[in-house]
């Protein structure tokens, strides 16, 4: 399975958190190994080596820069810095949530859930073979307490910007704009998902089309818990001892995690459902960095934008400073009202990966095996 949170700066691949450790691992393969009258420990360390492995385990968020401090490698300056960023960008969200509650304004989280799997069963020939990913992305509104869960797998779409920004514009379709008030949105700071520039045009498009103020707002890294992390959390709860056959199975956890004040919403999304914002003829903004030269802000400096419908994106690098305008030059092009197909096709898993799950249906109920004989997958 692949990282969730170093996704997009590592090549290693991580084992489903089954293992607890390497130790762990090595004993259930050592236990295969004697069953075949086979050596394991070479055999074992080589693979380990040579593909670059490593255990997943699942633990919460460590700020990195916590860490150093208590370990001396940063600085007591820095790290009341970050203390003082922390703390404001709570207060920021507390601030918007009661304002929320009070009807002046929608105030939302969003996130992706740690990667599943499919089939998620207890045999144990399932330890041993490559599974289907399953992702869910999650918006939660803070006043209503309602909750929308997009459910796919890796066979309908990817983990690109164009793929949130389908996401989010949908959802805010759907639940935000009958409300006709401004729109704060709250996530954490991951370029490739919440804060570039495939996004942002897609967000000011829509602020443009709708006449609707929309505000992304970045909590401090190392430090981005959520009221949506509940919803994860009651999902997990709801899976433990389940068995999961199909991704759809996901679906009925999902709406069995919560029964007050409402059900969660779950959409079970394929290809068609996904709209391409990265086209840069739809862009407004080619960048938005809040610099132009060596030195100035970066993108991850930027604590907050402000999608004026008037076709301009401002932006703060501290809750507390005034909104600038970005410093970029601005493509002043028509609103766009429909998008281009992201994906014209579901997505081929590897040959590897489709023959792992083949072997599978020997441990799956019959009823399930045409979804995986249906796959698209690769041919070599």
Same mark, same amino acid.
């Given at each position: 399975?692949?990282?969730?949170?170093?996704?997009?700066?590592?090549?290693?691949?991580?084992?489903?958190?089954?293992?607890?450790?390497?130790?762990?691992?090595?004993?259930?393969?050592?236990?295969?190994?004697?069953?075949?009258?086979?050596?394991?420990?070479?055999?074992?360390?080589?693979?380990?080596?040579?593909?670059?492995?490593?255990?997943?385990?699942?633990?919460?968020?460590?700020?990195?820069?916590?860490?150093?401090?208590?370990?001396?490698?940063?600085?007591?300056?820095?790290?009341?810095?970050?203390?003082?960023?922390?703390?404001?960008?709570?207060?920021?969200?507390?601030?918007?949530?009661?304002?929320?509650?009070?009807?002046?304004?929608?105030?939302?989280?969003?996130?992706?859930?740690?990667?599943?799997?499919?089939?998620?069963?207890?045999?144990?020939?399932?330890?041993?073979?490559?599974?289907?990913?399953?992702?869910?992305?999650?918006?939660?509104?803070?006043?209503?307490?309602?909750?929308?869960?997009?459910?796919?797998?890796?066979?309908?779409?990817?983990?690109?910007?164009?793929?949130?920004?389908?996401?989010?514009?949908?959802?805010?379709?759907?639940? &935000? /704009? #009958?409300?006709?008030?401004?729109? *704060?949105?709250?996530?954490?700071?991951?370029? @490739?998902?919440? +804060? =570039?520039? %495939?996004?942002?045009?897609?967000?000011?498009?829509?602020?443009?089309?709708?006449?609707?103020?929309?505000?992304?707002?970045?909590?401090?890294?190392?430090?981005?818990?959520?009221?949506?992390?509940?919803?994860?959390?009651?999902?997990?709860?709801?899976?433990?001892?389940?068995?999961?056959?199909?991704?759809?199975?996901?679906?009925?956890?999902?709406?069995?995690?919560?029964?007050?004040?409402?059900?969660?919403?779950?959409?079970?999304?394929?290809?068609?459902?996904?709209?391409?914002?990265?086209?840069?003829?739809?862009?407004?903004?080619?960048?938005?960095?809040?610099?132009?030269?060596?030195?100035?802000?970066?993108?991850?400096?930027?604590?907050?934008?402000?999608?004026?419908?008037?076709?301009?994106?401002?932006?703060?690098?501290?809750?507390?400073?005034?909104?600038? &305008? /970005? #410093?970029?030059?601005?493509?002043? *092009?028509?609103?766009?009202?429909?998008?281009? @197909?992201?994906? +014209? =096709?579901? %997505?081929?898993?590897?040959?590897?990966?489709?023959?792992?799950?083949?072997?599978?249906?020997?441990?799956?109920?019959?009823?399930?095996?045409?979804?995986?004989?249906?796959?698209?997958?690769?041919?070599?």
């Amino acid at each position: 399975m692949p990282s969730h949170y170093n996704r997009y700066n590592t090549t290693k691949v991580y084992l489903e958190p089954i293992y607890r450790n390497a130790t762990h691992l090595y004993n259930t393969y050592k236990q295969y190994c004697s069953e075949k009258n086979a050596d394991p420990r070479n055999k074992f360390n080589q693979t380990i080596k040579s593909k670059n492995i490593a255990i997943h385990t699942i633990k919460k968020d460590m700020c990195d820069v916590c860490v150093g401090h208590q370990t001396g490698n940063i600085s007591e300056i820095d790290y009341q810095t970050h203390l003082r960023r922390k703390n404001r960008a709570r207060e920021e969200k507390s601030m918007d949530k009661s304002e929320a509650i009070k009807g002046n304004c929608i105030v939302l989280t969003m996130d992706l859930q740690l990667v599943k799997m499919c089939p998620f069963i207890t045999a144990s020939a399932v330890y041993y073979k490559t599974k289907l990913c399953v992702h869910n992305f999650t918006i939660y509104d803070l006043a209503s307490h309602e909750c929308t869960c997009y459910w796919f797998t890796e066979t309908e779409g990817d983990l690109s910007a164009s793929t949130y920004a389908s996401f989010i514009i949908d959802y805010l379709t759907r639940h &935000s /704009l #009958p409300k006709h008030l401004p729109i *704060i949105i709250y996530s954490d700071g991951c370029t @490739s998902q919440n +804060r =570039n520039n %495939i996004l942002s045009n897609a967000l000011l498009n829509f602020s443009m089309q709708h006449q609707v103020a929309i505000i992304q707002k970045y909590l401090e890294v190392g430090h981005t818990q959520m009221e949506g992390d509940c919803v994860h959390s009651a999902i997990e709860r709801k899976l433990k001892n389940r068995l999961i056959h199909l991704p759809s199975d996901y679906l009925s956890v999902t709406k069995e995690a919560r029964k007050n004040p409402c059900e969660y919403e779950t959409v079970m999304v394929d290809y068609t459902f996904f709209k391409n914002y990265s086209a840069p003829e739809t862009w407004r903004y080619t960048s938005i960095r809040p610099g132009r030269k060596a030195g100035d802000p970066k993108v991850t400096d930027i604590r907050a934008i402000f999608y004026d419908n008037t076709g301009l994106i401002k932006f703060k690098l501290d809750f507390d400073s005034d909104w600038d &305008s /970005l #410093p970029q030059r601005v493509n002043k *092009i028509a609103i766009i009202r429909e998008y281009a @197909s992201l994906h +014209r =096709n579901r %997505i081929p898993i590897t040959y590897q990966k489709y023959k792992h799950l083949q072997e599978l249906k020997s441990v799956i109920p019959l009823d399930c095996h045409s979804f995986y004989d249906s796959l698209p997958h690769n041919e070599h």
